[in-house]
Nanobody, 118 residues
Framework: QVQLVESGGGLVQPGGSLRLSCTAS????????MGWYRRTQGNQRELLAA???????TYADSVKGRFTISRDNTRNMVDLQMNSLTPTDTAVYYC????????????WGQGSQVTVSS
């Protein structure tokens, strides 16, 4: 059974930081590109950051310079360090494991609420 379990969300003041973590089980972790998405109140899903097994990273313009994605292949974990948070970062954040194109498998975490408010 494949599971992506997220942790680390919550309430933070503007300008603050949070770190999201995602632990994967049931997959060959090193074969997946790991990413973080968020869904805003407007129900738009946005890819924030992704990281390959080799450590190549890509970021959305909206978070570049503020968010950092990292992965630990020995612990099947991917983290998202979020700094300089603003109220516009308020959303549900999702961990994603994408096995394409080698496989058709794409998996999602349960979602973690991040609220930035004073």
């Amino acid at each position: 059974q494949v599971q992506l379990v997220e942790s680390g969300g919550g309430l933070v003041q503007p300008g603050g930081s949070l770190r999201l973590s995602c632990t994967a089980s049931g997959i060959d972790f090193s074969s997946f590109v790991m990413g973080w998405y968020r869904r805003t109140q407007g129900n738009q899903r946005e890819l924030l950051a992704a990281i390959t097994n080799g450590g190549f990273t890509t970021y959305a313009d909206s978070v570049k310079g503020r968010f950092t994605i990292s992965r630990d292949n020995t612990r099947n974990m991917v983290d998202l360090q979020m700094n300089s948070l603003t109220p516009t970062d308020t959303a549900v954040y999702y961990c994603n494991a994408d096995g394409r194109p080698a496989t058709t498998y794409v998996y999602w975490g349960q979602g973690s609420q991040v609220t930035v408010s004073s």
